[in-house]
């Protein structure tokens, strides 16, 4: 089951300001339930009924699972005649797949801009930079992809031995960490675009990329008696670099034009 609900609000005041608003909301749920027998021996190809397999093989499985996530969000653009430029944005998720008080998330973003190339004072030079526009952003993001039951105590079925019989039992699926929360993933971007002598353009961007609480495995000795180790918001992660990007886009002869594109890290 899926609901989404938002509402939109858009105008421009005094020809000159430009707001754009959005809020709403989702919710997300899944319930997955199976029932599956199996029996062989089947007397008749054409009659497909268990009464008509006589074979000593017969199994029947099952399983299911539930999980669902709410989640909330917002996004305002501003504009001033298209020179400076704003967004700010966020959602505040909350997930099943973790334990109440650690469940929700919030995870903000936003962006400014300045359109160089708009100002009065640089019309006499457009001739040669048709676009240069300044731009940072700062932005962070959530993960949950862990098992649905990660903070969930997990039996599994296995056999156990009493004197010279054997019996059905159950042990322990592995250890569980009940302050498991969201991965997060932080970038700061900080970049400029430039379009110049009518067919070039060039992107420059410096940005610096955390991830922090990742979702990882702990590796545990099987003498603990169980059969593996607990998820946990492990280490971070840090990349910091540099990326740009170069067009020409021409025309060679009527009808015959020429794209080329050189970009590195």
Request: glycine share 12%.
């Amino acid at each position: 089951q899926t609901f989404n609900l938002y509402g939109t609000y858009d105008n421009t005041f005094a020809n000159a300001h430009s707001v754009k608003v959005i809020v709403g909301g989702n919710y997300d749920y899944k319930y997955f339930k199976k029932l599956g027998m199996k029996r062989n021996g089947l007397l008749s190809e054409s009659l497909d009924d268990f009464n008509l397999a006589k074979g000593d093989d017969i199994s029947i499985t099952g399983g299911q699972e539930e999980y669902a996530i709410l989640g909330f969000f917002y996004r305002l653009n501003y504009g001033y005649k298209d020179r400076y430029l704003f967004e700010a944005s966020g959602r505040y998720d909350g997930s099943s797949r973790f334990r109440r008080g650690h469940r929700f998330g919030f995870f903000p973003a936003a962006s400014v801009g300045w359109v160089i190339s708009n100002e009065p004072f640089f019309k006499n030079m457009t001739r040669t930079v048709d676009l240069l526009k300044l731009r940072a952003s700062y932005g962070a993001l959530g993960n949950n992809n862990v098992g649905l039951y990660a903070t969930k105590e997990i039996y599994n079925s296995a056999n156990t031995a009493f004197g010279d019989k054997v019996q059905a039992g159950i042990v322990p699926g592995g250890f569980v960490n009940n302050e498991l929360t969201w991965e997060k993933t932080r970038v700061l971007d900080i970049g400029v675009d430039i379009n110049f002598l009518k067919n070039f353009s060039l992107s420059v961007d410096f940005y610096n990329k955390e991830t922090l609480n990742i979702l990882t495995s702990r590796p545990i000795s099987y003498n603990n008696g169980t059969s593996s180790g607990p998820v946990i918001n492990g280490p971070k992660v840090r990349n910091r670099g540099v990326e740009f990007e170069l067009n020409y886009t021409g025309q060679i002869a009527q009808g015959l034009g020429l794209q080329v594109s050189l970009n590195g890290a």
